[in-house]
């Protein structure tokens, strides 16, 4: 790379009721710099291209592996996570801007409440309370733990609700992110005993029906979980479910 100055356009806001705006800043280039670093170069030093001094520039950040997921952004249009966004990798100057499914509680960082409730609504966890003292689970087959591993990746970093197009103001669609943990938590042997319970969740209103398969997530996704067949997957389930419920059936789906 041949430039010595790295330039940044900021899409910046006060809180969730102000209006946006555009500021431009200058830092030095260095050796294997990502977004965040030119961030906390910023942080260190908020003045802005025009050598104004203006105030930090608001994100969240945590891990810097891409574990956590909370560093998402949008940077040069597209949603990602700003610890791996490397400086030699993109066209200057870089844009960078808030997740717009979410809403903003300054500058870059906003607030990813709304994933987090889809994810209680469908129960994402195991209940283990009270059985500590039972001893080991039982073992899980190896084809089926291969595909609860990829299930597993995912850090709740929102970037497929970012690009769904059925995740908007006008609709309570859970988005991907929950449907899959669906799929990884009946899956497991313990939590299959509230699969029904999650399965009427996704039902609901803002569950599946509402997803409109156009496969934005599984082609955003950082961890490349296998969003669109669980999406499939659990449409098939909570079909069956609800014929189940209907016929009063018991039979279990092979």
Known sequence: MSEETIKLNIKRQENN???PYWEEFEVGYRENMNVISALMDIQTNP?????QKTTPVTWDM???????GICSMVINGGARQSCTALIDQLEQPITLEPMATFPVVKDLQVDRSFMFEGLK?????VPIDGTHDLGPGPRIPEKKRQTSYELSKCMSCGVCLEVCPNVNDNSGFMGAAAISQVRLFNLHPTGSMNKDERLEALMDEGGIAECGMAQNCVQACPQGIPLTTSIAAMQRESSFHMFKSFFGSDQEVE
Request: glycine share 4%; proline share 0%; net charge negative.
């Open 47 to 51: 003045v802005n291209a025009k050598g």
């Open 62 to 68: 945590n891990c810097l592996e891409e574990v956590c």
């Open 121 to 125: 609504r469908v129960q994402a966890w």
């Open 17 to 19: 009721e102000t209006q």
